[in-house]
């Protein structure tokens, strides 16, 4: 007859091993990659992104629609060098390239979406290309 045997997971070495070092403080020798972070939502016409995007100007940011992906594409530039005889103590602001791309369900057209951004937050209204209309075959 087999035996049965219950298994504890808390009891396991390289669970108590996952959470020993979970608490302990992170630090990074070097700056996180920036992300652009997003909202997308969907209305009638087609589908409104709000990007975050900080610091960007908006002759540094590009957007390119390709069918149904759409990639947004920033050089964020550090403003702000030290001064002769100044000497920086601590700089947490990013700087550098920034990139997003995503896919949506449907075809874009091009000509009809828009762009803006202010303060900080890209506004891209994008509408959906019109289904092309079906045509009736002839039976032969």
């Not at 972070?37 to 900080?54: C, F, W």
């Amino acid at each position: 007859m087999n035996k049965l045997i219950s298994y504890d997971p808390f009891a396991d070495a390289a669970f108590d091993d996952l959470f020993r070092g979970f608490f302990k403080p992170v630090r990074r020798a070097t700056p996180s990659p920036v992300s652009v972070r997003m909202d997308v939502s969907e209305n009638d016409k087609g589908y409104v992104v709000h990007a975050e995007i900080p610091g960007a100007r908006k002759e540094d940011i590009q957007v390119t629609i390709e069918g149904n992906q759409v990639t947004i594409g920033a050089e964020v530039k550090r403003d702000v060098e030290p001064k002769e005889g100044e000497q920086r103590l601590r700089s947490e602001r990013c700087f550098g390239s920034v990139y997003r791309s995503f896919t949506l369900p449907v075809e874009l057209d091009e000509g009809a979406s828009a762009a803006k951004f202010e303060n900080g937050v890209l506004e891209l209204t994008l509408a959906r290309k019109a289904a092309p209309a079906g045509r009736k075959l002839t039976i032969q």
